[in-house]
């Protein structure tokens, strides 16, 4: 119990830290006669795509599940996948176990194995956040340095040492000794729990958690449709870089400083590296990350970059927290229907 409240306590800080950092600089009163600009036309399309991408990944994740042979229902999934945005809100991370939680229980299915396919998906957009990252380095940027100011001068000097040959080395030893540490940890409790009959149950119960997390895991190597399911991932990501573009037009970015999809990419890069720090939703990180973002790069006002990410994480927590109640109350409906028509 601590444990959740000290991480929900520093996600707080961390939030609180960020937000200052994005909002130290900015007049609050010219940060309010930018707002009260703003048109609203946008805001259909964009509750649209935001919902879109959501359901996209449901149906991504129904492709992890069900090459284990579990049909699953598409409004559950979708449900979970809702769910789980509206807890991170609260404590980050906790999401994900909370719709596997959901889902578990709704499909009668393992939540450790559930869990196991959350970590292989976020494990892949991260690994599509890094691919996008350097994209965006190298082609879009014409000396990496350029990015410096955005991600600072430490965090570059420590991407420098990873991604050396010692650094790598380094990370590939690590990575080798934590498998062979978990492997001796297991074969030491399987050793120990036949001596101690206590532990048998505790040992047996931990290892079928064990060998449903991993089966999760590695429910990536059994995806029956490989280019739906890329189909999708690349679906969930255009929505995202969408979701950046659309509004645009609300502060005129478009016309009056030239942005288009190309630098709509670079933005929802930067921000899904603001959404991955432990912050509640991405508070505080997405606004500074976002807002820094067009200043340094594409020279608009820190007031507009500001009022930009506001807007954006305001609408998006909006739609969730508006969308994601009403999604469970009908899930829960359509469900006790169905338990009464089988019951009878």
Aim: net charge positive; glycine share 6%.
């Amino acid at each position: 119990m601590w444990k959740s409240s000290l991480r929900f306590v520093v996600s707080i800080l961390i939030a609180l830290l960020f937000l200052w950092l994005a909002l130290r600089d900015v007049s609050l009163s010219e940060l309010r006669l930018t707002m009260n600009k703003l048109t609203y036309y946008w805001l259909v399309p964009y509750i649209v795509i935001s919902l879109l991408s959501h359901y996209l990944r449901a149906e991504r994740w129904k492709q992890l599940i069900e090459q284990q042979d579990a049909r699953t229902s598409r409004m559950n999934l979708f449900s979970g996948v809702m769910l789980g945005y509206l807890v991170n809100y609260a404590v980050p991370r906790l999401g994900e176990i909370s719709r596997c939680v959901y889902v578990g229980n709704r499909e009668q299915l393992s939540r450790s194995n559930l869990l196991g396919t959350v970590v292989i998906e976020r494990a892949l957009d991260l690994l599509i956040t890094v691919l996008l990252t350097v994209f965006v380095i190298i082609y879009l940027f014409s000396d990496y340095r350029d990015i410096v100011p955005i991600i600072g001068d430490s965090t570059i000097n420590v991407l420098d040492v990873i991604f050396s040959p010692e650094g790598l080395a380094v990370l590939l030893i690590i990575l080798i000794f934590g498998v062979l540490a978990v492997y001796l940890g297991y074969r030491l409790l399987s050793y120990v729990s036949n001596w101690i009959p206590s532990l048998a149950g505790f040992f047996r119960f931990a290892a079928d958690k064990s060998k449903k997390f991993a089966q999760g895991m590695m429910s990536i190597r059994k995806v029956r449709n490989w280019p739906v399911f890329i189909l999708l991932t690349g679906g969930i990501w255009f929505c995202y870089v969408l979701m950046t573009y659309i509004p645009f037009t609300a502060f005129d970015l478009h016309t009056t400083y030239g942005l288009g999809m190309q630098d709509a990419l670079v933005i929802t890069v930067v921000s899904a590296l603001g959404i991955i720090l432990p912050s509640p939703g991405g508070i505080g990180t997405y606004h500074w990350l976002v807002s820094r973002t067009m200043l340094i790069l594409f020279a608009v006002p820190e007031t507009i970059g500001v009022a930009y990410a506001i807007v954006t994480h305001l609408v998006m927590m909006i739609i969730i927290l508006a969308v994601t109640p009403m999604l469970l109350a009908v899930n829960k409906v359509n469900w006790k229907e169905k338990f009464v028509r089988v019951q009878k």
